[in-house]
C-alpha cells in the first residue's frame, strides 16, 4: 500500500506521489500572532506534525515551511488596546507560540517566515498581477480582479455568478464603492492615520493578509509544492484567494495537495470567544493536562472529523496516556533490572526506521501501523497499534512499580525487549514521548481536602471547578476514582 491523502481540490482521496522523488515540500499556514494559541491550533499543528514525522520515518526528504502573520487588523487592535506596538504584540507572542508548541512535542518548521520579512516579495507578486490585468489600483489600495480568474471557486466549490446573484441589493460601503466586483479582494490597503505603514508603488500601507502567504510560498519553495496545510476555515476564503493570485501571476498551480483538518467544539459547540468556550493551550497546560495527554486526545480523532472536547473525553485521554506513557518509561526507569539497552539511533525524539523486529506479531503489528498511517494519516488506527503493543508492557511496568519482580521469568523479560523498543520507534512517529511520572507533595489529608472540595462543587453544579481540581491531582500524581453513590476514592498513581 501507498500513502493516500485526501485532497480538497479534488475531493477525493489519491496517491500521493512528490513532485520531485524522494522529496517533499508542504507549506502549513502559521499563526497570526496577536493572542495565544488555542485548542484549535494545537489540533492542527499536531496533525500536521504527525505527517511530517511519518514522511520523515518512511525515508522521504521533507522540507516544512510555515509562516507568521505579524501584520493585521488584530494585531493593531490588540496594540492599540494595549498602548503598545505590532511589533511587541507580535514578539510576544511568538514566542508564547514556540513555548506551546515545544511542549507539544511539535518539531519547529526549517522555515518561519514573517510576512514583514517578505515584504519585497509581496510587492513584486502585486505588481506582477497589476501587469496581467488580473489586479488594479483605486485610491491606494490594490485589488485581485477576482472575474480574471476563470478557476476561481475551485478549491472551496462556490459558484461566483450565484455569490453575486446572492449579493444583489447589499449596500455598499465606501470600500465596496472602489472595487469593481464585490468579491475582488484586498492586495495592498492603503495607510489609514496613526497605523504602521510601509512604502510601495501605489503609496504608503500594508499588504492583504492572503498575498502574504503567496508571496512566502513563493519565496521559500517555489511556485509549486507538494503539499499545503490549514485548517478547514480557511478553504475560504483564504485557501481559495491564495490559489487565484498565485497561479494568475505564474500560470503553475499552486499546491498539488491541499488538505484541512476538522474544526474543534467543546461539548457540542463551537469553539469561540463569544460563546465563553474558548480554551488556550496555555490555560490547558496550566491547569495539569499533561502535553502528551493533549496530544494523545488530538491523535484519538481522524484528522479531518470535528474533534469534541469534553472532560470526559479528556479524562479517559489522561487514562490512556498514563498506560502507554509507563510502557515507554519502563526500559529507562528499570534499565539495571531488565538490561534492555537501546541502540544510539533510538535516543528520546530520534525519527527513522530501526532494526526490523524479527518476531511476527512485532512484524505484524508493524505493518499495521504503516498501513493505518498510509490510509489518509488514520492516527487512532496507529494509536490501536501501540496500545497493543503497551499491554504486556504495561503489566511489567505495573510489577516492577509494586517491587513484585523476585520470580520474573528472565526469557519472558528479555522477549519483551524487541516489543519495547517498537513502541519507542512508533511513538516517536505520533510525536508522544516519555513523561516523568508525576510525584506529589501533598499529604493524604491534602489530597482528602481537595477531594471534599471537588463533590462540593459538584453538588453546586460547578464543573469548572471539578474538573480544574481533578486535573490539579493528576498533574501530582493522584488519580481519582469516582464510584457509585457519590463516593470517590483516590491513589498515588
Not at 489519491?14 to 499556514?29: A, D, G, Q, R
Not at 494559541?37 to 499543528?45: D, K, M
Not at 493536562?289 to 479517559?316: C, E, G, N, W
Not at 491534602?446 to 477531594?451: K, L, P
Request: aromatic residues 6%; negative net charge.
Amino acid at each position: 500500500m501507498t500513502l493516500r491523502l485526501t485532497n480538497t481540490l479534488t475531493r477525493r482521496t489519491e496517491p500521493f506521489t512528490p513532485l520531485t522523488p524522494n522529496k517533499v515540500s508542504i507549506y502549513c499556514c502559521g499563526v497570526t500572532v496577536y493572542d495565544l494559541c488555542h485548542l484549535g491550533h494545537a489540533r492542527s499543528y499536531v496533525n500536521w506534525d504527525v505527517l511530517r514525522r511519518f514522511l520523515i520515518w518512511r525515508g522521504l526528504e521533507v522540507t516544512f515551511v510555515q509562516n507568521f502573520t505579524d501584520i493585521d487588523d488584530k494585531i493593531l487592535k490588540r496594540a492599540s488596546e494595549e498602548n503598545s506596538s505590532m511589533t511587541e504584540v507580535s514578539e510576544r507572542n511568538i514566542d508564547a507560540f514556540h513555548q506551546d508548541m515545544d511542549a507539544l512535542g511539535i518539531l519547529r518548521p526549517d522555515r518561519m517566515p514573517r510576512a514583514t520579512q517578505c515584504l519585497d516579495g509581496i510587492r513584486e507578486l502585486i505588481g506582477e498581477l497589476e501587469a496581467k490585468g488580473a489586479a488594479y489600483s483605486a485610491d491606494g489600495d490594490v485589488y485581485f480582479a477576482v472575474m480574471k480568474h476563470a478557476g476561481y471557486g475551485k478549491l472551496s466549490g462556490r459558484d461566483l455568478s450565484e455569490q453575486q446573484d446572492n449579493a444583489a441589493g447589499r449596500v455598499a460601503d465606501a470600500e465596496e464603492a472602489r472595487k469593481q466586483n464585490s468579491y475582488d479582494f484586498a492586495l495592498w490597503k492603503g495607510a489609514k492615520p496613526g497605523e504602521p505603514s510601509f512604502p510601495s508603488p501605489w503609496g504608503e500601507g500594508r499588504p492583504g493578509w492572503h498575498i502574504e502567504c503567496s508571496a512566502m510560498v513563493r519565496a521559500e519553495l517555489g511556485d509549486t509544492i507538494d503539499i499545503h496545510l490549514g485548517g478547514a476555515d480557511l478553504v475560504f476564503p483564504h485557501h481559495e484567494n491564495e490559489i487565484a493570485q498565485s497561479e494568475a501571476a505564474t500560470g503553475q498551480e499552486l499546491a498539488r495537495v491541499w488538505m484541512h483538518n476538522g474544526m474543534v467544539n467543546v461539548g457540542g459547540q463551537k469553539m469561540s470567544k463569544s460563546l465563553g468556550n474558548f480554551t488556550t493551550i496555555r490555560a490547558l497546560l496550566e491547569n495539569g493536562i499533561s502535553p502528551m495527554t493533549l496530544r494523545l486526545f488530538v491523535l484519538q480523532a481522524h484528522y479531518r472529523k470535528p474533534l469534541d472536547f469534553t472532560a470526559k473525553a479528556l479524562d479517559a485521554a489522561a487514562t490512556g496516556w498514563k498506560g502507554l506513557n509507563a510502557a515507554l518509561g519502563l526500559g529507562v526507569r528499570y534499565s539495571d533490572q531488565l538490561g534492555w539497552h537501546s541502540p544510539a539511533t533510538l535516543a528520546e525524539g530520534a525519527i527513522g526506521p530501526q532494526n526490523s523486529p524479527e518476531e511476527a506479531e512485532l512484524l505484524a503489528l508493524k505493518q499495521q501501523f504503516i498501513g493505518s498511517m498510509e490510509d489518509d494519516l488514520n492516527s487512532s488506527g496507529a494509536l490501536a497499534v501501540l496500545f497493543d503493543l503497551a499491554k504486556p508492557l504495561r503489566a511489567l511496568a505495573n510489577r516492577l512499580e509494586r517491587g513484585d519482580d523476585a520470580d520474573l521469568p528472565e526469557t519472558e523479560v528479555q522477549n519483551l525487549a524487541p516489543r519495547w523498543r517498537l513502541l519507542r520507534e512508533l511513538a516517536v512517529v505520533l510525536g508522544l514521548r516519555g513523561e516523568a511520572p508525576a510525584e506529589s507533595d501533598l499529604d493524604d489529608a491534602a489530597i482528602t481536602a481537595a477531594v471534599s472540595a471537588r463533590q462540593a462543587a459538584k453538588a453546586a453544579k460547578d464543573y469548572v471547578e471539578a474538573d480544574r481540581i481533578r486535573n490539579e491531582l493528576t498533574a501530582q500524581g493522584i488519580e481519582l476514582i469516582d464510584k457509585p453513590g457519590g463516593v470517590t476514592e483516590w491513589i498515588r498513581a
